[in-house]
């Protein structure tokens, strides 16, 4: 459980889902950062400082630190499944989310949004979960949708895969960053019995993934 000295005055601990929708609601004008950590994921350690230091420079933006599997309702809700995560509001309405300890993309989304606040309408909704990424490559004008995979080709692949060691872990991350708690679990055991094994991320593969 993350703890701090002295955090800013716009830097929350979020304990429950009511919790945090009494934050949000609090200005439904107002941008909020909501950072999705766990104690086992290194890169949190990392972004913990970041998302601090950028609190105290962004004293209008509201932080809330969530621990991602303490409070797996709010993880669910916004789709979360890997630390460090990030998901950037106005109020109720998502502005863009960040997975990965990114802190320039975090600090370039903070100045995006947050120094250009739009006219938003009030609602006392529930906030919604989550349906668009940040993605600077995204941008670029005219790229075409890549050509959906079939099954068939899709086993082929998976099969390639599977060939390419005695043992191939499939798992979010990899076996020096894992980005669940279920993959850490599964590289410890495997190192503990001296097991030589190859890690495949599906987080890069959304086909390998389903």
Not at 170 to 187: A, E, H, N
Request: glycine content about 4%; aromatic content about 6%.
């Amino acid at each position: 459980m993350a703890t701090m000295d002295n955090p800013p005055p716009n830097y929350h601990i979020v304990t429950s889902p009511e919790h945090l929708q009494e934050l949000l609601s609090e200005d439904l004008t107002k941008v909020s950062v909501l950072y999705f950590r766990a104690d086992w994921a290194e890169p949190c350690a990392q972004m913990d400082v970041v998302s601090l230091e950028l609190a105290k420079r962004w004293t209008g933006v509201l932080f809330l630190l969530i621990e991602a599997e303490a409070l797996p309702d709010i993880s669910e809700s916004f789709d979360v499944d890997a630390v460090p995560y990030f998901i950037l509001l106005r109020g109720h309405t998502l502005l863009t989310r960040l997975s990965g300890a990114q802190p320039a993309v975090l600090s370039a989304a903070l100045t995006s949004h947050a120094s250009k606040p739009t006219s938003l309408s009030t609602t006392t909704q529930q906030p919604l979960a989550p349906t668009s990424s940040y993605n600077a490559a995204s941008e670029k004008a005219g790229e075409e949708e890549e050509e959906e995979e079939s099954d068939e080709d899709l086993v082929k692949r998976c099969k390639q895969l599977m060939e390419q060691d005695k043992v191939v872990l499939f798992m979010k991350g990899d076996r020096d960053v894992p980005r669940c708690g279920f993959s850490q679990k599964i590289i410890g055991i495997l190192q503990k019995e001296n097991v030589e094994f190859t890690t495949f991320d599906i987080l890069g593969d959304e086909g390998v993934r389903q």
